[in-house]
């Protein structure tokens, strides 16, 4: 961490700073430039510094950190990509995993019926919903349990690994009964006493950008539950807020390539959150896999007019048909498979 | 709700989004202009109406809603604003209120002196934090139950009623059984378990808004605790996540006469996080007193440089008291006292 | 235009709105609600009513548009794809352009030699900047017109259209004696006079979407250089300004696909500004091509860490050459050709 | 300027690095971390530096600034206040001026009335504007020349001296034959030839703020004009553009003290853009004032409802005048008088 110091600070404040880091177990490197003083924190454990620790202390203009504020989600931790295997299903490899399913489970029939569908169309993976976060305490909050139940029941029949959403750390153990992976919703991203229960978990996590998350954020995300011990986590990319208004979210194609330089962790997008209508949700997929994404997760419903959340940004099961045989190309283009 | 449809789109097409409203049982009202036919949807409920649903249907441009989505929290539900009665301190009311305590309660002699210190100078609330939530796993996350206690403490000593965080679902017990008002952080505004445990609870809520939560997600997530059954909800203005990166966050000024409109319940301001830097919190706690306000929550500590949390953003005891003077003159200014 | 009125509107408020629209030409359509009445303007023409006309009367809760403000520039005006044709490089067809060179002039032999680069690679048009707008007035302004000659030369020898921005209105005859396309950049996006005074030109614009415009700010802007006469307009999106500070902008992927069905214009992408790291700049192409764009825009430099200016988001010759043969791929996978 | 290598950057980056600093007439001062070496860059022109010259090189992670890229602007180049003194009337003084009028000059009869409606309330100084930037081409785009002259008869008629915006370089002259402050708006602040053609003129200079524009950017943008020669030159929070929907913009408040601490220059807000809604104006003018601005741009209009243009956001002439009374009891809470 550097420290800048004010033009004008005096020499008390600048000694003031100095203790306090030496106080703190860091070493000093003070660089005296022409127009103003900078304190250098040296010491192995910069993450370790709160933030604003600095910033309040009379003659102190501002703070840099040097090192990224976390450790085990960095490259600096691990060169190589991590490779998270979901009851054979590799998520991290040379080969693009699909995840797609409807948004909520909506019955028996329903979720068995998509199942065979995506299944057929090479999805590997199973998507779908039992506890819905919704905006409005008047919207379909979903099937809970009972959508656990069909869910595995769809495993069953079709040998397809599934992943449900979670929202809080008292519903771990039940949704850990019957998921493959947990997801962790962009509402929840800073939920943290989730994020320390599913690091107690042995199932991998699915971690979603906070709808207004940044990189790094996400990443620190990832290691509450790293830190926790739980060492399969992928993060997913699907769309942050913006003032542009034309489209739910905006898709951070950025956030892949970049991801994937940070860390070593799998990077899923979801370009139906990510766009919030079906139409863009093709061109986005394609254009993360060209990319570089892991992963790909999609919405998929037999009748998205009467999906019970999410229909606008679902696809029908032709149009995810089709998707797969165009993703297929452009994975080949860039040196993968699917 | 109104649904626009395409400019070419075709009569079945009407047909199908016609019968699709009649089915949800709303009445239609057709208006064929040169370019386009609207659909108007008639009905009291709009606020049932999930979003996406008539997006997805063929020929459909798209839809705005008439009503706002949120009925207890309206003006349209109370023109008389609410006035929530914390141990005989009224928010809400023409009498604003302060509160005012450090970020996090560190020791019991470090809440009961700033608890006095604040007392002295005229704040009518204590705070203080017990569960933090915090970006980093490797940073302070609060004394946890301990911190409860100390805070009960500080309220027998000087009389003033607390308000602490309360992060999940599973902690509202505990936390009930001491704080005066429930905290909810920016981070759980949709946090919807929590909200829901909380709609069941009989003692206030403090509602924040999100990071990046917009006015209207603020009131639907107080939705969630009203249409609970609990009706004592104050909604909190603390700063958005912008482009900027100067400050913190961006204190949304406007949101509080806004806020003052479209609802009933009493608007808190908290210029600590809304601005992130001490030496912007006594002007930007006047611009909100100045804007309507109903109570303004600062962070205090004896010795912000130690701070275990947030010490960029609290004020000094000599910084609270001049503020304290300056705020009762910009409240008679505009009307009302401290 | 739908006026929704509100709740509690009065007859006589109703009236006024009433008279008002057709006062304006227009017709009205009326539908009385349970909860408000709606005044539906039914009229060709709505592009032409201004913004905030009836908000201000009393007893309007809001308005919502229909139909898109801009018109020329809509699919409604034209349903086939505009292919301009730059001396013989078409824009806006199958065949991607890829438009490459340095962000700015630096001397006659830099530029010459950069054009034989990026010809030799593949690219279809010459980029170099003239005139710059710097944020700081003490950085490289540009050659102005010395740029410019160099630049016509460098046409002449490797047979590339050359592109170049203008910066103002009366520059204009100047940078079109030498220029193909006149490039307007993100800061002069809302630059009216500028784009009134390109409307009345022959030569193609390439217009940049503004630093934190909206995809319909866009397309107005193009309506000004359209409604002026010059119907060879290129639209490019480059990136947007939102929270994330890890890259230099986010690049908005979902403004491609959009963009291409709002619009009959062609859609260039360019992932340097977009994202402002060279590193990204190869995955963020290959996303756009994947997305649906008709050209690219890169910034190549035969010695990055010398140029004087935006070194950082430049590709060295060897990257460019490398990234022509990755996005050929890309191309086919999408059904185009490079 | 402070270079932070990357982890494992080798000796010959290191020096390529030291080179390059060397080579631009700076001294090195080399700190090497138990993680990473750092280079700062000791000398007193870091705001020659251009953003990007080192973050191209082998090796370099991130680079940041210790100081201000702007200097004339900034405090450290003057302690004390400028007040800017317009006929008169003192703007960055204790007195707060107020500045009003119609958004677009409509007709002579209307410029006139309004004038004396606002001197009678006590404003200061008249706005209106003959050259207007729309963001429609359809849209009434002011009376030019004609407007300005209306202007200066109003200015003649009440004494009150008038502001009025000029939209390019070339319009410089003819809107100083009759203005007596340049007006630049939102979407020009970053219109580099305007600003220079500004820096040339000896009457004052009024700078809004960009719709997206930081504080820094502002403050550059500032600076071109100061560099230039004019040092009258005062910037206005005008509200920005976030994700928030319910406001036309954001008016950032917090812009206002921040503004006072790092420039000299006055600063004014302008509650009618950073809200767009009519409603909101007093309540944000107050909380200007409140956090310390030196004046007010607001808008008013003899009847709002018929205005060409931002009928919206403009107060009656009733609503302005009690307007003034109230912001006259907040300045003197604050220590001010208008």
Redesign the interface.
Known sequence: M?I?MK?HAEPQEIEAVVQ?VEEMGYKV?L?R????T?V?V???DE??I????F???EGVERT?R??Q??KLASR?FSEVDTVINVNGVPIGSTKIAVMAGPCSVESREMIIETARIVKEAGATVLRGGAFK?????????GLGEQGLQFLAEARELTGLPVITEV?????VPLVGEYTDIFQVGA??T?????LKALGKQNKPVFLKR???G????LL?SA??IL??GNMNVMVCERG????????RN?????????LK?LTHLPVVADPAH??G????VA??A???????ADAIMVEVHPD??H????????LTPERFKRLMG?LR??A???GREI
């Open positions: 550097i800048v033009a306090r490197h660089s430039g022409e127009a103003r900078i250098g040296i010491g192995a993450h370790l709160q933030n604003g620790t910033e309040v202390m840099l040097v090192m504020p976390y600096d976060p919704r905006t409005s305490p008047y919207s379909f909050q929202m809080s750390a008292e519903d509402r929840n800073q939920n943290y006493s989730l906070g709808i207004s940044t990189i790094q954020e620190m290691e509450y830190s926790g942050i807020r913006t003032y542009e208004t034309a489209t905006t898709f951070d194609i950025n956030a892949v390539p970049l330089e990510g766009t209508m079906w139409q863009l061109p986005i394609k254009a993360a896999v060209a990319a570089g998205p007019s999906a019970w959340s999410d229909g606008a940004q679902s165009d190309l452009v080949q283009a860039v």
